[in-house]
């Protein structure tokens, strides 16, 4: 168990349709960090969060969007949802993002019909 | 094209065996981490390295850094069933707060 928790574990919805993703960092773990991973793309950074402020970026789409809360937990949103949505959707957290070390949770699988 | 190359991409081998998995780029990286992924779930970091030439043993894995701090390799002595997985090697480029993954490697060790 990493200490980084996920929810909800599976998400099927349709397309056009929007879905939030929620993520909870590890204890005392400022940075937060999304990742999408499907079968074809393998694991691709999206965004980065640090006690609150977007740090970093990669390569997220315009209809998807994060923040992060005062209380440090995380959500993505996913809106005007494609098929090709369909992936498994990490959140990692580490003490500050400076350090490489990043803790994953145990991921949303999202299917999009 | 990935920053970081894996290889092999597919690896199966007799319970017993030992067996390497390397991960090479043309660039240098600030720390080097290798996790393993079981199917639907999230990436179990392995090991961080962070200077050139640097090994750590983890039991039965042992982990390399090169010493130009481009390359890594994971090596596994007597493989058991229990290590079979995806193994991925990620990189944090100097100034950098992301992390580059490979592609990854399936193991597979049969009983």
């Known amino acids: 168990d990493s200490g980084v928790t996920q929810t909800p574990k599976h998400l099927i919805t349709a397309t056009g349709q929007r879905v939030t993703l929620r993520c909870s960092p590890r204890s005392g773990d400022l940075s937060v960090y999304w990742y999408q991973q499907s079968l074809d793309q393998g694991l691709q950074f999206l965004i980065q969060?640090?006690?609150?402020?977007?740090?970093a970026k990669g390569n997220i789409l315009e209809r998807f969007s994060a923040q992060q809360f005062p209380d440090l937990h995380s959500e993505l949103n996913l809106s005007s949802l494609e098929l090709g949505d369909s992936a498994l959707y990490f959140c990692?957290?580490?003490?500050?993002?400076?350090?490489?070390?990043?803790?994953f949770g145990p991921g949303t699988r999202l299917l999009v019909l | 094209t990935q920053l970081l190359e894996q290889s092999p991409q597919f690896l199966s081998i007799q319970e017993g065996e030992n067996l390497t998995v390397y991960c090479n780029s043309s660039?240098?990286?600030?720390?080097l981490q290798w996790y393993r992924q079981e199917p639907g779930e999230g990436p179990v970091l392995l090991v961080t390295?962070?200077?050139?030439?640097e090994v750590k043993k983890l039991k039965r894995l042992t982990f390399q850094f090169g010493d130009a701090r481009k390359d890594s390799s994971l090596h596994i002595t007597a493989a058991q069933t229990g290590d079979t997985g995806l193994y991925l090697c990620a990189g944090a480029l100097p100034n950098d707060y992301k992390l580059s993954f490979g592609a990854g490697t399936t193991v597979t060790v049969r009983a």
């Open positions: 969060y640090y006690n609150g402020e977007e740090r």
């Open positions: 390295v962070v200077t050139g030439g």
């Open positions: 660039s240098v990286f600030s720390s």
């Open positions: 990692a957290s580490s003490l500050t993002g400076a350090e490489g070390t990043q803790y």
